[in-house]
Structures are given as C-alpha cells and as structure tokens.
C-alpha cells in the first residue's frame, strides 16, 4: 500500500489511521486483537490511542485502549513496522490531564508501560492548556526526544493561531514541532478545518489526520431517522448533531456516489478526506474484521471530478462542531 509521510517526521503510513478509542470501550479485547490483525494484515500500518480512553465509561480510569494495543504488540511482536500514536493531556483524572512539563514527563511513563514499548512514534497533546506556555510544552517533548522515548510529536484539538504560536516557539528554541494535527473534519464538519487549519497546515507541511472521518458513524448511512439511533451507544449523540436537513441532504450525495462508484458511503466518505488538501490519512475506528476490510477499501478508491461535484452541491455552509 502507498504510504504518505506526517509533515518532515521520516515516519511513513498508510492513508488510513486505525483509531483506538473503541477497544475496551464497545469491543473487548478479543475482538480488538482481531480488528488490529486484520487492520495489518491488510497493509495498514499506524494506530491511533490516547491515554485518556476510555475514562468516559462508568468503572474505567483512562489507559484502558493502551492496555490492550500494549498486549497485542506483546503477542504478535510487530512493534517495529508499525506506527503507534497515543497522546497525552486530556483530564483522566482531577490530578492526571494538561500539558506542564512535569505531568507530561511523567504521563509517557505510563503509557509506555501500557503499551509494551520503549518509544512512541508519535507523542500528540490531546487538547491545548492555555494554562501552560506554549514553550513549556514543547520543552518537555524535547527532553522526550532526546531521550528516545519520542520519535515526533503532533497536535490535537488546537487553533490555528495557537499552532502557530507553538511553531514559532520550536523554531525559536530548536525544540521538536508539531508534526501533525488531529482535528475535527469530515465531508459534515467542514469550515474550521478547511478556513482556519488546512492553510497553516499547507504552507507548514504539517499532516493532518483528522478524526470522526465518518462523523461518529453517520456518514455510513447507518442513521437515516429517530428509529435508528437506538442501533449502537454512539446514537444519541449522533441523532443531535447530524439528523437533520443537512446530514440527510449529504447522505442522498453519498448515497449517489457510492452507487456510481459501486462503494459504501463510508469508503466514499473517507475517500473524499484522502483526496483533500493538507490531509495526510483520516482516522477511524472499527468494531469488527468486516468493517476494517471495508474502511481499507477506501484507500484504493479514487473520486472523480463529477463525484466530488456531486459532493458539494449537496454541501451547505457546515457547522464548527465542539472537540473530541
């Protein structure tokens, strides 16, 4: 499989991102290990965690999808042809979350231990901490390096102005910066990213891996009324945000490229990332051997002019949405 380099990291992947969150969560881990080995079995290469999931489900305390990558790597002993992502700085816990220096010393700890490895290839801030130097941050991730314990580091959840701030803080202290930025963005969630990020991404030659790609599973068509909400835990959610006059419009689009195309709505969805400016490879999750089969589908299809015009026609302005 073709691959594609995160911003001037040296690190290669394939143009899809496996995402973690859901293992421990809506998978155990039998079903996890198997979504991960047909994952690299079909030529993917990088894995996307944090230490922070799953410590929204009632009894778990965050690193729970660490746990789980840290056992399977253990198991198959395929550490050195993969790239593993996981992030620090979301609020695990009321002492665990931000980015000041001593936290994030002490946070890699952790998630290396969980992961079964000495390095992480790609070390993200989960969210930015406006009560943190930007300088202070990217101190700590220099010490990491040096160390060997950090191939490169990455963004998430961040605004334009604040990558910028901390793009010219590295290049003012020699420290590592920002190769990637995993943000919001999907065919739904739109202007932030294409407004505000890709430019700043384009001109810097950062990678960007946007997540919910299939806009937490309704770009695959799965919800079309109220009835269908009730199909998995993410529904709710799901229905509030997205089942309304502009997400149906744009899966009538979907609907008639993937006819064209003789593909699902999500390998259309994810296609369509693929192809966008500034985008490295999108992110998403799956929950069973079939869906990975299906999502890896997608790097192999290619839109063309008539269908991405189809796409936008059916595009009104798109709404910023809050993080993930």
């Known amino acids: 499989m073709q691959t594609r380099e995160l911003g001037r990291s040296g690190l290669a992947i394939a143009p899809l991102v496996l995402g973690g969150n859901v293992f421990g969560w809506t998978i155990d881990e039998a079903t996890s290990f198997a979504v991960l080995d047909a994952f690299v079995a079909g030529g993917g290469n990088a ?73 992480v290839d790609l070390y993200q801030s989960h969210k930015d901490d406006l009560t943190v130097p930007v300088e202070e941050t990217l101190e700590a991730y220099a010490q990491l390096v040096r160390a060997g314990k950090v191939r490169a580091i990455g963004a998430s959840n961040f605004t334009a102005a604040r990558l910028s701030e901390s793009l010219a803080a590295s290049q003012r202290h020699g420290y590592p910066r920002y190769e990637t930025l995993q943000n919001l963005y999907n065919l739904y969630d739109r202007t932030e990213f294409e407004q505000n990020l890709a430019p700043l991404l384009l001109q810097e030659n950062i990678g960007a891996i946007p997540y919910y790609g299939l806009a937490a599973g309704f770009l695959t068509g799965k919800y079309r009324d109220s009835k269908d909400l009730q199909k998995s835990l993410r529904g709710p959610g799901v229905g509030s945000k997205y089942l309304n006059e502009k997400g149906l419009g744009l899966l009538t689009a979907l609907d008639s490229v993937a006819n064209r195309q003789q593909a699902t709505l999500a390998q259309v969805a994810l296609a369509w990332l693929m192809q966008a400016p500034g985008v490295t490879a999108p992110i998403a999750s799956a929950t069973s051997v079939g869906q990975v089969a299906e999502l890896l589908e997608a790097t192999e299809l290619r839109l063309t002019a008539e269908d991405l015009a189809t796409l936008e026609a059916h595009q009104p302005a798109a709404t910023v949405t809050t993080a993930k």
């Open 47 to 119: 894995i996307d965690t944090a230490d922070g999931y799953s410590v929204w489900v009632p009894g778990h305390v965050g690193g729970e999808s660490e746990t789980i990558i840290g056992r399977w790597l253990q198991q198959r002993g395929r550490r050195d042809n993969l790239v593993i992502a996981t992030k620090v700085g979301w609020e695990v816990n009321a002492q665990n979350k931000g980015l000041a220096r001593d936290y994030i010393i002490r946070a890699v700890e952790g998630s290396l231990q969980r992961l079964q490895t000495d390095y």
